[in-house]
Nanobody, 119 residues
């Protein structure tokens, strides 16, 4: 069984920073893509950032230049450094990992961590 555990959320003032962490445990040996999604109240879940096993990255336009995604393959962990936070970044942030193994798509999610940006 694969588990993803997020940490690092909380309350921060506009302009502040937070660093989210996600640790993957269980029977998964290769992770092709790790990512962060978020869901604000009344809105659909959206992709924030992704990082491939080779290190390529992709960001939503709304966070480019402010957020940085990174991963540690040895630790099966992914991180999201969030700077210059804005109230519109308030959401529940979810960690995701995806692998394609023998033609099967394996997709796992964390339970989410709340990020609130408010003065």
């Amino acid at each position: 069984q694969v588990q993803l555990v997020e940490s690092g959320g909380g309350l921060v003032q506009p302009g502040g920073s937070l660093r989210l962490s996600c640790a993957v445990s269980g029977s998964i040996f290769t992770i092709d893509i790790m990512g962060w999604y978020r869901q604000a109240p009344g809105k659909q879940r959206e992709l924030v950032a992704q990082i491939g096993s080779s290190g390529w990255t992709s960001y939503a336009d709304s966070v480019k230049g402010r957020f940085t995604i990174s991963r540690d393959n040895a630790k099966k962990s992914v991180y999201l450094q969030m700077n210059s936070l804005k109230p519109e970044d308030t959401a529940v942030y979810y960690c995701n990992c995806y692998s394609s193994i023998s033609g099967s798509d394996l997709d796992y999610w964390g339970q989410g961590t709340q990020v609130t940006v408010s003065s």
